[in-house]
Each structure stands twice: as structure tokens, then as C-alpha cells.
């Protein structure tokens, strides 16, 4: 029998490859169709179908007719098991490429794929860790032998692998904000490799831990060559948020601007307080900085936000053109915008903001059930 012929696995980063390439895929989704129509996977050259397990378990031939001829068909469910199955009746139906997705959409939702943005001096890069199951992004700066990561999600193996093979040592961890979408690993990752985490101090008042408060005037450098990251304070999705620009060049924007959309400031339950943050911090702080320098935010809300190679990132002066949250020139209008009819608030969101103050300490499985689902941080994200 051919490879072909059996049912064959395809790992997170097969997927994700695929999604970045615009490759041809179709998916045969067998979640709940409330939980498929919360989530599911996306991308240029997919095509997906939800048909419940539960509707296939007497057998696949509702099934077959649906399913393309000649295409790749990857068949989905949460945790795998599933998936196996349905793929297996697929395979003795007699179709052929049929894939399971290795790990479900757990392993779908914590997968990151890293993405080089740029070289940087003395042989330093900055990388983006996509994660594309969930929307966060989160960045390695590397330079002489050292690196900072920012807005670190909680599989911190990831990036302790990646420094590995880059022969560098992880030296800081950098939070932009405090997060209430997704589980920091900022402050564990830098625990265990013995870094500096920082974290703004507006945002820290409840934290239960150790922590640098990262603010204006503040560097914080990276490498013999001394990349600086300074610091930008950006408040209005938090009152703390706090951006970076890397290297003169590259700016970080955390969840306050996204190539897209732009940051909802309602997730303390402040959004009228933190809207006229908002609209200054883009309208006037940033307005003031160079047109030139490279937007790298630390989400996206739809796949048309990749670019080349799977990159998320776009000019400044490009977003001040586009972006339609920098388009509002009435400040009452710009208000009700971003505190109205806003897409739901992030899952367990109130418990993950928890979390990261360090009051809360979930189990891994309990961590995971907390973040599943797309991040919802953007104000136009539906």
C-alpha cells in the first residue's frame, strides 16, 4: 500500500506552511458546528466543510460526496482521535491524500511558526513567531549572542528551541501590555533562562511578582553591538501599553495598532476612560514618530494580513493611509467607534488578565481550555 493509500499525518507546521504558501488544501472539519463556527482554519488556498463526528459515525458516504477528487482532504478535529477515524472510513472508502491534522486543533492553536523579518547589524535578526491558530505574534530580536522575545505566548519551548539553534541566550522577556486575550510566558520563560522581564508598571499594579517596569527612558539593548529598544508610551488598549522601536527601524505596537484595525480599549471595563488614551496615542503619538518605520503588532484578525512568506507588517505612514481606526477625524465619532458595538470580548478573558498578575495558576489543560479560540483584540474583528 502507498502512501497515498493510508491515512497520513500532517504536523501544525505542514499546515501552517501550506496556509503561508496559499497552497490548495481542502478540510473536512468534524467539530461541533458551534465550535466550528467559532473557530476554524483559515487561509487563502482552503476550502473547508463541517460535518459533525457524531453524523459520521455509521459511516462516511454523506461524506464522500462532498469531498473533492484529486486534492489533498485533511480531516480535523480537537484532539486528533476523531479525526483518525473518520480519515481511516475515508482511506477503506477508497479516497486517497488523506490527512489527519497530528495533534487537532489543540495543537493547531499553539503552534509557532517563525517568520524573519530582517537582518539586523553585526549578523542580528529580528524574527516573527506566528501564531496563526490564534492570531498572536509575538518577536525574537537576536544580536551577539543574546535575545529578547516579546509578548511571549505561554509555549515557551518554542522560542528556548529556536534560541538553541541560533547559538544565542535569552536575556529578556518583554511583555508590551498586560494581556487579557492569551497566557503570558513572559514571566515564566525568563524564571527559567534567568532574563530580565519586563512589564509596564501602569499595568502591574496587582502583579504578584518580580518584574522591571519597562517605560520611556528605559533601553533595554540586546547583543555586544547594543540594538537598542526604546520604549514608547502607547496607552488605550491598557493604560499601560507600551511600544518599542527596535534598532531605529522596526516598531513594535503590541495590541494598540494592527496592519488592519486598531486596538479595543474596553477589556478592564474602561473603554470610556481609555478611548481618549486610544485616539491620542495614534493620532499624536505616533503621528510624531517617522513614516517610515515597519508596524509589527502582536495580532492580526484575518489571514489577508500575511504577507510574503507569512510576514505581518506593514509601513507606518501606509497605515495613517489605510487603516481605517486612523481615518476618524471626529473625536466623539472616533469614541463611539471603539466603545460600541465591539465583537465579543476574548474567552475567559477576565481569568487570563488573572493569570498574568500571577493570582490565578491554572494547570496546563485549564490554560489551554482559557486561550482556545481567535484572540478578539482588534476594534473592527468580527
Known sequence: MTAQEKLQ?????????????????????????????????????????????????????????????????????????SSIFVGEQLVEAGMRDVFYLQGGMKAWSEHLEPVKVADLQDGG???????????????????????????????????????????????HTVDTHLHADHISGGKK??????????LPEKDATEVQFDYEALA???????????????????????????????????????????VESIGRPDLAGLAEDWAGDLRDTLYHRYKELSSELIVLPAHFGSITELGEGGLVSARLGDLFAKNQGLQITDEDEFRRIVSENL????????????????????????????????????????
Request: charged share 25%; proline share 5%.
Open 125 to 171: 535578526a529580528i524574527y516573527q513567531f506566528v501564531r496563526l491558530g490564534k492570531g498572536c505574534l509575538s518577536y525574537m530580536i537576536l544580536s551577539g549572542g543574546e535575545a529578547v522575545i516579546v509578548d511571549t505566548a505561554r509555549m515557551t519551548d518554542a522560542y528556548e528551541m529556536f534560541a538553541l539553534a541560533k547559538h544565542v541566550t535569552i536575556t
Open 216 to 258: 520611556e527612558g528605559k533601553e533595554v539593548t540586546v547583543g555586544t553591538t547594543k540594538i537598542a529598544m526604546l520604549p514608547v508610551y502607547s496607552p488605550g488598549h491598557t493604560i499601560g501599553s507600551t511600544s518599542l522601536i527596535v534598532d531605529d527601524t522596526y516598531f513594535l505596537t503590541g495590541d494598540i495598532l494592527f
Open 9 to 81: 499525518a500532517m504536523t501544525p507546521h505542514e499546515l501552517a506552511q501550506i496556509v503561508i504558501r496559499e497552497e490548495e488544501l481542502f478540510i473536512l472539519d468534524v467539530r461541533n458546528q458551534s465550535d466550528f463556527q467559532e473557530w476554524k482554519i483559515d487561509g487563502k488556498g482552503i476550502e473547508i466543510i463541517n460535518i459533525p463526528y457524531f453524523d459520521l459515525m455509521d459511516g462516511v458516504e454523506s461524506a464522500l460526496e462532498k469531498l473533492p477528487k484529486g486534492k489533498k482532504v485533511l480531516v480535523v478535529c480537537a484532539k486528533e482521535g
Open 343 to 382: 465583537p465579543p470580548q476574548p474567552r475567559s478573558y477576565q481569568e487570563i488578565r488573572q493569570t498574568n498578575m500571577g493570582k490565578l495558576s491554572p494547570n496546563e489543560e485549564e490554560q489551554r481550555a482559557m486561550e482556545i479560540g481567535p484572540n478578539r483584540c482588534a476594534v473592527h474583528e468580527s
Open 189 to 198: 520563560l525568563a524564571d527559567k533562562t534567568g532574563a530580565t522581564y519586563w
